[in-house]
């Protein structure tokens, strides 16, 4: 299974940016999907997530209202589609991969089982 992250920059607050996961070695209509961010020096946190039918779509407070996450099932890939970046939404944005992942467990770093290398979103004031 390999997870490919791409489509982070550099970008003005209010501006947006959308992210991929290209997903190889799995069927992403039956995995959780989720995104999650991992600012310097801090933790690795949740920002969204697919449940493995697809069918509940989970977001961190945060980012309500100006993320979201979909897919291309033919493509087998996941986005994240950031609009009205904030200053403190810079982190490395990484995509993670659960086919095992409970809906309980959707905001969770323990609950998937691959990741992506990361990519880096800076958002400047």
């Known amino acids: 299974v390999q997870l490919q992250a791409s489509g982070g920059g550099l970008v003005q607050a209010g501006g947006s940016l959308r992210l991929s996961c290209a997903t190889s070695?799995?069927?992403?209509?039956?995995?959780?999907m989720g995104w999650f961010r991992q600012a310097a020096g801090n933790e690795r946190d949740f920002v969204a997530a697919?449940?493995?039918?697809?069918?509940?779509?989970y977001y961190a407070d945060s980012v309500k209202g100006r993320f979201t996450i979909s897919r291309d099932n033919a493509k087998n890939t996941v986005y994240l589609q950031m609009n009205s970046l904030k200053p403190e939404d810079t982190a490395v944005y990484y995509c993670?991969?659960?086919?095992?992942?409970?809906?309980?467990?959707?905001?969770?770093?323990?609950?998937?089982?691959?990741w992506g290398q990361g990519t880096q979103v800076t958002v400047s004031s």
């Open positions: 993670a991969a659960g086919p095992r992942t409970i809906q309980s467990s959707l905001g969770s770093s323990r609950g998937y089982d691959y």
């Open positions: 697919f449940s493995r039918s697809g069918g509940y779509t």
């Open positions: 070695g799995l069927d992403i209509r039956r995995t959780a």
